[in-house]
């Protein structure tokens, strides 16, 4: 089934957090839920609001970022289609900590947060699966620190290339991130992120054209991601 022609109740269900989730649980937050689409940049939720809804992400993927005062706005987390974002604030009742909007044209499912709270504490599956998500985001956020403290911009590229690949199934495929984008995502210009795209292609592991890219040595590109590599030539 198309994913644009899946109803509310399938695209909950195939989210990690309510797949175990009993189906009148499914059925009653599919009511209370509706369809949002979101254009290129256009913001779902900035830092400061309060938490009105979690929102299911079916077609898209939205970035997670925060704005300094001079105005850089580094991207936390990419946030693909059948993750879950803003359930944070949903649980704890706080202002939003960061904010979020779509890379490209996107299509979510919103569900309001009091519907959300009266499913997590009637069904313990959802409870349970909450538990999960937060310790896998626990350990994407120690990933990424570890990352910026260990590896270089080319060893983050490299790693990024690889769990792209592996989110979409192919090793050709189409980055959803301008270079730019991308440069707030792995903490460096967009400058020199396209520098050390080309030294990775002058070592044989990767082909980039424009957004596509075709990993050519999997095998070497993992050990770059793995090492914290040197300057690049």
């Known amino acids: 089934?198309?994913?644009?022609?899946?109803?509310?109740?399938?695209?909950?269900?195939?989210?990690?957090?309510?797949?175990?989730?009993?189906?009148?649980?499914?059925?009653?937050?599919?009511?209370?839920?509706?369809?949002?689409?979101?254009?290129?940049?256009?913001?779902?939720?900035?830092?400061?609001?309060?938490?009105?809804?979690?929102?299911?992400?079916?077609?898209?993927?939205?970035?997670?970022?925060?704005?300094?005062?001079?105005?850089?706005?580094?991207?936390?987390?990419?946030?693909?289609?059948?993750?879950?974002?803003g359930e944070l604030g949903v649980l704890d009742d706080l202002p939003r900590s960061a904010s979020v909007a779509a890379v490209g044209r996107a299509q979510i499912v919103e569900v309001p947060a009091r519907s959300f709270r009266a499913a997590w504490e009637s069904d313990p599956a959802i409870a349970r699966r909450m538990v999960v998500l937060l310790a896998q985001r626990l350990r994407t956020v120690t990933d990424g620190l570890a990352d910026l403290a260990y590896l270089d911009l080319g060893g983050r590229l490299a790693k990024y290339l690889l769990k792209e690949s592996e989110r979409q199934g192919r090793t050709t495929f189409k980055m959803p991130l301008t270079q730019a984008e991308l440069g707030q995502l792995l903490g460096g210009a967009r400058q020199t992120v396209n520098q050390v795209g080309r030294s990775l292609e002058r070592a044989g592991l990767v082909a980039i054209a424009g957004r596509t890219v075709h990993i050519l040595d999997e095998r070497a590109l993992r050990l770059r991601a793995m090492s914290a590599g040197g300057r690049f030539e």
């Open 1 to 85: 089934m198309p994913a644009q022609d899946r109803s509310i109740e399938d695209v909950l269900a195939s989210t990690s957090l309510f797949a175990t989730a009993a189906p009148t649980t499914i059925a009653e937050l599919a009511r209370a839920a509706h369809r949002r689409i979101l254009q290129r940049n256009e913001l779902l939720f900035t830092v400061g609001e309060r938490a009105g809804a979690i929102h299911v992400i079916d077609i898209g993927t939205l970035k997670v970022f925060t704005s300094s005062t001079e105005g850089a706005e580094p991207t936390l987390a990419l946030i693909h289609g059948g993750e879950i974002v």
